[in-house]
Every structure is written in structure tokens, then in C-alpha cells.
């Protein structure tokens, strides 16, 4: 199995060449435990704040545009966290996956799935939001509750249509110490088994990593900026309209930050790796950047308890009205 053409599948797990590199030392002991910690972590605070979230803002709170996009956006983090035990357990077992070949392409096109299908959310929620700032009268005469639900229909098609090259080349394959991987694999089976072979697989790989970078992150994030950007200007002049919430916008600012933060190391060292190849640096720092995403998808009903006024105030009232059902039965 050749490094040039296999890759550990879990972007949110160790690299197997990162730690083949450190077997038996204090680091790779260390990384093994934070990444097993933020897995037990993120699964309950993601699995327990995203239920949360869509009962709160899809059956207690008015249906709203921006709340359509944000249950949806709660809909891709809860799916990434449903399927976070079979990646815990591929790092407790010691990179064995006992789960066979389907489960492995759909667990790790699950995570792909909630990369692209959040980046479309929170570029649809930043268009919302410049349109309700910038072109207040269009807004509400063309923007609402159904629209957006079509539109978030049309995005998780595109979000799907972005992870069938994961797909393709996701695959599981034997490794030393009664192992089985589930890795990446970019030689096809009608490649020729000299150089030409690994030419091809590298250039697959390549046009993977760049493809995933332009689109989920270097195109939603201009058009993201543009936004924002332009209800800035809009603010400063003025001349947004009176009923136009700075408060809604901040918690939107922060969401798109958290979402930055998290998911750009990863971007970051994919294009080095690309540039530099996988020296033992690059996969360390793409180790330490998956685990960092794992944050991501437990942020936001964090960024809403924190910042979400009217999200607060409807759960404490549902809260309480839940508990006085409960004393009366």
C-alpha cells in the first residue's frame, strides 16, 4: 500500500502515518487520547446542543427564513455527530475498522456531506441577511419560509452531488497486524501498475483537495465576505431599515467566524500537502487540524445560548412550561 496513494479516511481521526511515525512515544500517545477525549466530547455536547436547537428553533420558535437555514445547519452537525462512534472506535481499535466497505464510504462521505452542506447553509444565511439589510422591500416581498426550505432542498442536492468523488474513491483495504483500513484509494482499477499509475493517483488527489477547497471554502467564503461587506457599508450610510436587528447579524458573524476558525488549518495544510508533499510536519499538522473541526459541530448552540436572545428566552419558556406539564401529570 503506497503512501502516494492511500489516505487515512477520517479527516477528524490521527493520521495511520502519523502515528506509524511516532509508535510507542509520549506524542503519539498524547495525540491518541486528545483525539479519543474530543470524540467522547464533541458527541455529547454536538449530539445533546443540535437536538436542542431544532425543537427549539423548528417547533418552539415563528417560522422565518434564517431559522429554516439554521435548522438545517443543526441537520448537517447532528448527522456529522450520529456518525462520530465509528470513527471513535477506528481510533480505539488502532485504526481497524471492522464495519465492512459500505459502512466505510458512508460514515466518511457523512463528514464530507456536513462540510458542504453547512458552508451552503451559512452562505444562504449570509445572502438572507444582506437582502434584508440591503434590499429590505424585495426581501420580504421574495424571501420566505417556503423558499427558503426549497432552497435548502436545492443545497443539500449540491452538497451531494460535491461527495460522490468521496465515494469513488473511498475503500477499505488489509494492513499489518490483522488490520483493515478504511483510507482513501486513488488508483482506479484500470490504472497501469508502473509510474503512469501513481501519476494518475497523485493528480486525483490534487484535483480532490483543490475541488474541496474552491468549493467549500474559497467560493461560499468570497461570496460570504461580499455579504457582509456590503451590509456593513449599508449600516454605516445609514440607510438600512429601522427593524433590521444588529443582534441577528452578530450571531451570524460569529457562526461564520467559528466555522473559519475551525475548518481553515484544515484547508491550510491540505494546499500544503499538495505543495510540499506529505513530509512527517504536514501530516502532523492536518492531524491537529481535523481534531480542531471536530469543535465546529458543536459550536453553534453554544454561539446561540450565548448570543441568541430570543432563542434563550423561548427555551426557558418551553423549559418551564414542560416541567409545569410534568408537575400536573
Known amino acids: 500500500m503506497d503512501g502516494d496513494e492511500t489516505d487515512a479516511a477520517f479527516n477528524l481521526s490521527l493520521e495511520a502515518g502519523v502515528t506509524a511515525n511516532l509508535t510507542g512515544g509520549s506524542v503519539s500517545q498524547a495525540l491518541l487520547g486528545l483525539s479519543l477525549s474530543l470524540h467522547l466530547l464533541v458527541f455529547l455536547l454536538g449530539l445533546s446542543g443540535n437536538c436542542l436547537v431544532l425543537w427549539i428553533a423548528g417547533f418552539k420558535m415563528k417560522r422565518t427564513v434564517a431559522r429554516v437555514f439554521a435548522c438545517n445547519l443543526a441537520a448537517a452537525d447532528l448527522a456529522f455527530v450520529l456518525f462520530l462512534p465509528f470513527s471513535f472506535s477506528y481510533l480505539a481499535m488502532g485504526f481497524h475498522w471492522p464495519f465492512g466497505r459500505a459502512l466505510c464510504k ?75 483500513l478504511c483510507h482513501f484509494c486513488y488508483r482506479l482499477p484500470g490504472d497501469p501498475p508502473d509510474e503512469r499509475g501513481r501519476v494518475l493517483s497523485r493528480q486525483r488527489e490534487t484535483a480532490l483537495l483543490l475541488s474541496c477547497f474552491s468549493l467549500a471554502f474559497l467560493l461560499p467564503f468570497s461570496a460570504i465576505a461580499g455579504c457582509h461587506a456590503a451590509v456593513l457599508v449599508r449600516l454605516r450610510r445609514g440607510q438600512a431599515v429601522a427593524d433590521s436587528p444588529g443582534r441577528p447579524l452578530r450571531v451570524t458573524l460569529t457562526i461564520v467566524a467559528a466555522f473559519f476558525l475551525c475548518w481553515m488549518p484544515y484547508h491550510v495544510f491540505g494546499l500544503l500537502k499538495v505543495a510540499a508533499g506529505p513530509t512527517p510536519a504536514i501530516r502532523l499538522g492536518l492531524t491537529l487540524s481535523r481534531n480542531l473541526v471536530l469543535f465546529n459541530c458543536c459550536l453553534n448552540p453554544v454561539i446561540y445560548a450565548f448570543l441568541g436572545h430570543r432563542f434563550r428566552e423561548t427555551f426557558k419558556q418551553s423549559l418551564q412550561s414542560t416541567l409545569e406539564r410534568i408537575g400536573l401529570e
Open 106 to 180: 458512508l460514515c466518511v462521505s457523512i463528514q464530507y456531506l456536513n462540510l458542504f452542506g453547512s458552508i451552503f447553509m451559512l452562505t444562504a444565511i449570509s445572502v438572507q441577511r444582506c437582502a434584508s439589510v440591503c434590499a429590505p422591500v424585495w426581501a420580504r416581498n421574495h424571501l420566505s419560509p417556503r423558499v427558503a426550505a426549497r432552497t435548502s432542498l436545492f443545497l443539500w442536492g449540491l452538497a451531494l452531488l460535491s461527495i460522490v468523488p468521496y465515494l469513488l474513491f473511498l475503500d477499505t483495504a488489509p494492513a499489518e497486524g490483522n488490520r483493515t
